[in-house]
Structure formats: C-alpha cells, structure tokens
C-alpha cells in the first residue's frame, strides 16, 4: 500500500494564479481531510469529506474549493492565490474519526 | 468552537531528562489521539485513548486521558534524540463527529 500520496512536492505559485493540489489514498479510508501548516503552528483543518460526493467546511474555507467523485481522491483547489495561502499542506485520510494517515505535504509559495 | 491547547509550547532538555507535555480540550472529547512531527516531516499517529483514566504505554513514552475526557498528557521517561520534534494531541468532541481538532502541539527539543 502506497497510503496517502500528494502532489506537487513542492510549488510556487504567482499571485492571481490558480493550482490543484492532488491527494488519493489507497486504504479505503472513508474520510479524507485537508489541512495547513503555517511555520511553526498547528494544523488548521480547510475541508473535510466523509465519502465520496459529500465536502464539508473545516475552520479556514476561505479561498479553496474541494470535490470527492471517488472514494480514492480528494483534490484541493486554489483559486486567486493570495500570500497569505502560502503554507505547507496536508492531506489525511481515516475509517471514521480514529487514527489519521498524512501525506508527505505539498509546500506551496505564494508570491 | 472547540479547543484544544498544550503545555508547554517548547521544551528543551538535556539528553536521558523526562518530558511531559499536557493536552487540555475546552470540550468533552470522545477519545484524544496523540501525533509526533518530526521537523520537515508529517503527522505521524503514535496512540488513541478511549475511555475514561485510560492510562496506556509505549517503552519509554505514557499517555494518560483524564477522567472527565477533557484533558491528556504524555510523559517521555530518559528523552533521547530520536524524540525530537512537535507532538500534538487531537480529538473529536463528541462519539460520531468526523473532525478532529489539533492542540497547539509542544515542540521538544533535545539537548546532547
């Protein structure tokens, strides 16, 4: 099993530009979850899906947008990037609210 | 909403010292998992607690839920420098809520 897979490793973005951050799982996991890191802070959940057609609003939605047509993939999408959406982003997947599996992160620059 | 902090937000110690972080939840918490990021790295799941002052082990580490479900801790016993890194704790606030909320996690660090 591959877990939980992202890409890009790594990106940097120009202001205004738009970009679609990838993340599948190969566990069958019902949940999925992205979230961001900020240097030095804790995670901040973005969006959340709990199977696939179902998306929900984490604490920080501002300024992203997510779809879940598979139980596999839960891309997130970055429209108008800003500055302040420069962090290092996490994808994770679980079966229902217990133990977490994280991607190896996507470290996006805004700039 | 929901929160959940730790103490302390830093802690250096001497190489063989114990380290203890500790997890408060303003809310009730269905269970509380803990998490170690080594820097550069990702979350990485160490251990979930269910019930009540569960109090559970892993070699040299401890973990401990309260009895009123809202607050954790984690003991480190003789730190070495494979412990370096940020642990954070997490829980759901009630049975069946899909979200987890993170702590502000404690970033240990390790002096030889």
């Known amino acids: 099993n591959a877990g939980v897979t992202q890409t890009p490793k790594f990106r940097i973005l120009k202001i205004g530009q738009s970009m679609t951050l990838q993340c599948a799982q190969d566990?069958?996991?019902?949940?999925m979850y992205w979230y961001r890191q900020d240097p030095g802070m804790g995670l901040k959940l973005i969006y959340y899906?709990?199977?696939?057609?179902?998306?929900d609003k984490g604490e920080v939605p501002n300024g992203y947008n997510v779809s879940r047509s598979t139980t596999e993939d839960f891309p997130l999408r970055l429209e108008l990037a800003a500055p302040s959406q420069t962090s290092v982003y996490f994808c994770?997947?679980?079966?229902?609210?217990?133990?977490?599996?994280f991607g190896p992160g996507t470290r996006l620059t805004v700039t | 909403g929901q929160q959940v902090m730790q103490i302390p937000q830093y802690q250096h110690v001497q190489e063989g010292e114990d380290f203890t972080t500790y997890c408060n939840s303003s809310?009730?918490?269905?269970?509380i998992q803990w998490y170690k990021q080594r820097p550069g790295g990702h979350p990485v799941f160490l251990i979930q607690?269910?019930?009540?002052?569960e109090v559970k082990k892993q070699k040299r580490l401890t973990f401990q839920f309260g009895e009123a479900k809202k607050n954790s801790s984690l003991h480190i016993t003789a730190t070495q420098t494979t412990d370096v890194g940020t642990y954070f704790c997490?829980?759901?606030?009630?049975?069946?809520?899909?979200?987890?909320?993170f702590g502000t996690g404690t970033r240990l660090t390790i002096i030889p």
């Open positions: 994770a997947s679980s079966y229902s609210n217990n133990q977490q599996y």
């Open positions: 566990m069958n996991h019902n949940y």
């Open positions: 899906s709990v199977g696939a057609g179902i998306t």
């Open positions: 809310t009730t918490l269905s269970n």
């Open positions: 607690l269910v019930k009540s002052g």
């Open positions: 997490a829980g759901p606030p009630n049975f069946g809520n899909e979200k987890l909320t």
